[in-house]
């Protein structure tokens, strides 16, 4: 079964810091998606970076970039120069892609970023 | 297009009473998830509509819950006989093509949720 992992509950990190958000996942297909979105505590999953498993380099969008390592099957996120406005719950997901799957997005337990100013 | 809309955007219901939620996706959209997250958790998945056809449901999806889609357009999330565990935020999201890679959130759109308070 598929699975992400994320064991971190709660993260503080300085304003301007870089701080890097894990993420573990666990599945036996070889093609999939893995994702990170951001929810502040208004609700909505605000979507962040997205990586392929068969992507050769690491996503980058902005202030976010994706550590993916494949054989470790990791995919943490690293936000660099923090702002206070980074400060909400962060969610690693994986998109179930097996044959006539409905592609429906598997989410971990959330991280809540708090940055300092 | 202004995203996908949920409503109401919070309701508290008494133990035993139903409720119905709506969500409404993108237009062009025409695949649409329910998920269910509870405080301090990450969004599980419910239901997945493709147009108007129920797809696939989660074994979460108790007979007390029950989705529709009609017309491949809107679609409602109904909860029969509440109860307190199902106090929690309920979250539609919608998508267009098989993969939709292209997209600039690759596919998924989701509404701000619907909070459910039973009492």
């Known amino acids: 079964a598929q699975k992400i992992t994320q064991t971190q509950p709660g993260m503080f990190v300085q304003e301007k810091e870089a701080v890097t958000l894990d993420c573990t996942y666990d599945?036996?297909?070889?093609?999939?998606?893995l994702f990170w979105y951001k929810q502040p505590s208004s609700g909505e999953m605000i979507f962040l970076i997205y990586?392929?498993?068969?992507?050769?380099q690491n996503a980058t969008e902005g202030r976010y970039s994706l550590n993916f390592q494949k054989a470790r099957k990791s995919a943490n996120l690293v936000i660099s120069a923090s702002q206070l406005g980074d400060s909400a719950m962060y969610f690693c997901?994986?998109?179930?892609?097996?044959?006539?799957?409905?592609?429906?997005?598997?989410f971990g337990s959330g991280t809540r970023l708090l940055v300092r100013p | 297009d202004t995203g996908v809309s949920q409503d109401p955007r919070h309701k508290i219901t008494k133990r035993g009473q139903n409720v119905t939620f709506r969500c409404d996706p993108i237009?062009?959209?025409?695949?649409l998830y329910w998920y269910r997250q509870t405080l301090g958790q990450g969004p599980e998945f419910l239901t997945y509509?493709?147009?108007?056809?129920?797809?696939?449901k989660s074994r979460l999806l108790s007979d007390r819950f029950s989705a529709e889609r009609p017309k491949g357009s809107f679609s409602t999330l109904e909860i029969q006989r509440t109860e307190q565990g199902d106090s929690a935020m309920y979250l539609c999201?919608?998508?267009?093509?098989?993969?939709?890679?292209?997209?600039?959130?690759?596919?998924?759109?989701f509404g701000s949720g619907t909070r459910l308070t039973v009492v």
């Open positions: 990586q392929g498993s068969y992507d050769q």
């Open positions: 999201a919608s998508r267009g093509g098989r993969a939709a890679i292209t997209d600039s959130n690759y596919g998924y759109t």
């Open positions: 509509f493709q147009n108007e056809a129920q797809l696939e």
């Open positions: 237009s062009e959209h025409n695949r």
């Open positions: 599945t036996s297909d070889p093609s999939y998606g």
């Open positions: 997901a994986m998109r179930d892609v097996r044959m006539d799957s409905s592609y429906k997005l598997i």
